[in-house]
Structures are given as structure tokens and as C-alpha cells.
Nanobody, 129 residues
């Protein structure tokens, strides 16, 4: 049974930082994608960052490039999303996701929700102005 558990959400002011964590239980990182997605009320879920665990190659949506950093700790089976220079438009529920069916070469699809079959419960991030 694969389970993803997120933590680290909260409320910050514009310009602040938060670090989200996602620990995977039930299977080790191995040739898989890990992604961070977010969904604001009334909007579709969008992918913001992802990586391929074997290579640690990363991919970011333009909306967060230069502000967010995704990283992994294989020993802890955990991925992180460091979020800096937060803006009110970053306010959303953030979800971690895992996929063992993504292509290591098709990195632009790593932030597409249809690539993922395991999801965490979500953690709320609120940025006030």
C-alpha cells in the first residue's frame, strides 16, 4: 500500500517562505516521478514542480520558476518543496504525487496530473498581502 503524507503548510505574508515535505510509505524511490501540485478554490489542479528520482532532474512551471525548489532525500523517502518569495496567488491546497509510469525523458509531462496515480491528502498554503 503506497501512502503519501504531506506536511509543512501554513500561513505567511507576501514575501515569506515555507517548506513542504512529502514522505512516501510502502515503496522506495526508484525510477519514478515525484510532483507537487496545487489547487485554488474554483480552479483546476496545476503542477508546479516535479523531479525524476533516479536523476534528480527537476522541472518547474513558469509561475514558480526561480522561487520554488523541489528536492529529494532518498534515505528518508521524502521530497521537499521550498517556497520562497511567496505571493498571494500562491495560495492553494498543495498536493504531493508519485508516479512509476512517467517517462524519464518526457520531463514536460512531469507536471501533468494524468501522469500520477498516487496522491497525498494535501496541505494548505495561505499567503496574505
Amino acid at each position: 500500500q503506497v501512502q503519501l503524507v504531506e506536511s509543512g503548510g501554513g500561513s505567511v505574508q507576501t514575501g515569506g517562505s515555507l517548506r513542504l515535505s512529502c514522505t512516501v510509505f510502502g515503496v522506495a524511490f526508484s525510477s519514478n516521478c515525484m510532483g507537487w501540485f496545487r489547487q485554488a478554490p474554483g480552479k483546476e489542479r496545476e503542477g508546479v514542480a516535479a523531479l525524476y528520482t533516479d536523476t534528480s532532474r527537476t522541472y518547474y512551471d513558469d509561475s514558480v520558476k526561480g522561487r520554488f525548489t523541489i528536492s529529494q532525500d532518498n534515505a528518508k523517502n521524502t521530497v521537499y518543496l521550498q517556497m520562497n518569495s511567496l505571493k498571494p496567488e500562491d495560495t492553494a491546497m498543495y498536493y504531493c504525487a508519485a508516479s512509476w509510469r512517467c517517462s524519464r525523458f518526457d520531463y514536460r509531462r512531469w507536471v501533468k496530473a494524468d501522469q500520477y496515480n498516487y496522491w497525498g491528502q494535501g496541505t494548505q498554503v495561505t499567503v496574505s498581502s
